[in-house]
């Protein structure tokens, strides 16, 4: 059985009342043991389709830097945040996630007049819409989640570089068996 792609309806229908500029905003990394949060806002082009488009977590890995390509070259607009692990720690893990994705719509140019947001609602001055599962459901948080996992991911492999004890590279800061191996043997790391 095949991935579905993720639609367009729900931007359509904000198109149709009237928004012209429809975000989508995930972000990725709450599960994670090690890493920042990661998250992306993006503005889709309603006249550029992105073959292709769903959830981040069941694109293959080529698939997903093929993807990210052809969003940050079609998208009307499009941006990455971050909250690093200190800032998870200061703050938790659910406000750094906020933290993030406020941070990603405030780099968007030109400005969203409607947010759609997997599972959230942010502080943000614009009518939003909250979406369960907004990345199986929508084109543009679709495309978020893939921005925000390609650029996690290629944080991750460049920390492996730094801390190779840890086998960031292959898992990605998720608690398989072997990182949590490596934490009883080494202990926490800054990226922790």
């Known amino acids: 059985m095949g991935r579905v792609s993720a639609v367009r309806t729900l931007e359509n229908a904000m198109r149709r009342i009237g928004f012209v500029h429809v975000a989508g905003v995930d972000e990725v990394g709450r599960g994670c043991l090690a890493g920042p949060v990661v998250a992306a806002a993006v503005i889709l082009n309603p006249d550029r389709h992105i ?5 981040s977590k069941l694109v293959p890995a080529t698939e997903r830097e093929r993807l990210f390509g052809d969003i940050v070259r079609d998208a009307v607009a499009w941006a990455v945040a971050s909250a ?8 938790n893990i659910y406000q750094a996630s906020r933290l ?10 030109p400005a969203p007049d409607h947010l759609l947001v997997d599972a959230m609602v942010l502080d943000w001055a614009c009518p939003q819409t909250r979406i369960i599962h907004g990345d199986a459901r929508s084109a543009s948080v679709a495309a978020a989640s893939i921005l925000a996992k390609v650029e996690r991911d290629r ?5 492996d570089g730094v801390f190779p004890q840890y ?12 990182h949590l191996e490596s934490l009883r043997l080494y202990g926490p790391s800054p990226m922790h």
Do not use: N
């Not at 073959?51 to 959830?55: C, K, R, V």
């Not at 944080?155 to 920390?159: E, Y």
């Open 51 to 55: 073959a292709g488009l769903s959830d």
């Open 84 to 91: 690093d692990p200190s800032e998870i720690d200061r703050i």
């Open 100 to 109: 993030a994705m406020r941070a990603a719509v405030a780099q968007l140019a």
């Open 155 to 159: 944080l991750l492999r460049h920390w």
């Open 167 to 178: 086998g960031l590279a292959a898992h990605k800061g998720y608690s398989t068996p072997q």
